[in-house]
Every structure is written in C-alpha cells, then in structure tokens.
Nanobody
C-alpha cells in the first residue's frame, strides 16, 4: 500500500511563494508518476503537476507552467511543489497524488490512484 502525507500549506499574499511537500511511504506498487492536484469547493479536482518516478520528467498544467516547479529529494521519499507568483486563482486544497499509468487522469474516485489528505493554500491580502 502507498501512503502520502502533505505539509506546507497556509496563507500567503498575492505574488508570494509557498513550498509544499509530500512524504511518500515505502512503495508496495509501482507508480508511474507522483504529483499534485488541487480542488476548490464546487469544482472538480484538477491536475497541477507531476514527475515520473523513473526518469524525473516533469509535466505541468498550463495555468501553473512557469510559476510552479515539482521535484523529488535524493531519497525519493519526498515530492516538492514550489509555488511562486501566487494569485487568488491558486487558492485551493492541494493533494499529493500517485498515478499508476500516467498523469492528469486521476479523480478522487479513480481506483488505483493514491491521494494524501490535502493541505489548504489560501492566497489573499
């Protein structure tokens, strides 16, 4: 079983930065990517960024490309989302994600997609 736990959320002013981290437990299954999704009340959970577990290739949604950066530590047990130039549009609950066969295709109900509990990010003056 895979367990994911996020930290680093909070309140930040527009134009500011936050760094989210996700601790990944020992893997009992192979994951093609680790990544991040976000969700606002009343909206679907949307893809933000992903990184492949083998090559370290990264992928981003158009809305965050150039502002966010995803990475993993040397032990491959932590995935990082560095968020810069934040706007109110980035306010959401951010979820760490593990995907068996790609990126961007998971929902909260998709079998074999793994999720953390989520961490709140609020961008406000």
């Amino acid at each position: 079983q895979v367990q994911l736990e996020e930290s680093g959320g909070g309140l930040v002013q527009p134009g500011g930065s936050l760094r989210l981290s996700c601790t990944v437990s020992q893997l009992s299954v192979n994951l093609y990517t680790l990544g991040w999704y976000r969700q606002t009340p009343g909206k679907e959970r949307e893809f933000v960024a992903a990184i492949t577990t083998r090559e370290g290739a990264t992928f981003y949604s158009d809305s965050v490309k150039g502002r966010f950066a995803i990475s993993r530590d040397n032990a491959e047990n932590t995935v990082i989302l560095q968020m810069n130039s934040l706007t109110s549009e980035d306010t959401a609950v951010y979820y760490c994600n593990g995907d068996r066969d790609g990126w961007g295709g998971c929902t909260a109900e998709t079998p074999l997609c793994y999720w953390g509990q989520g961490t709140q990010v609020t961008v406000s003056s």
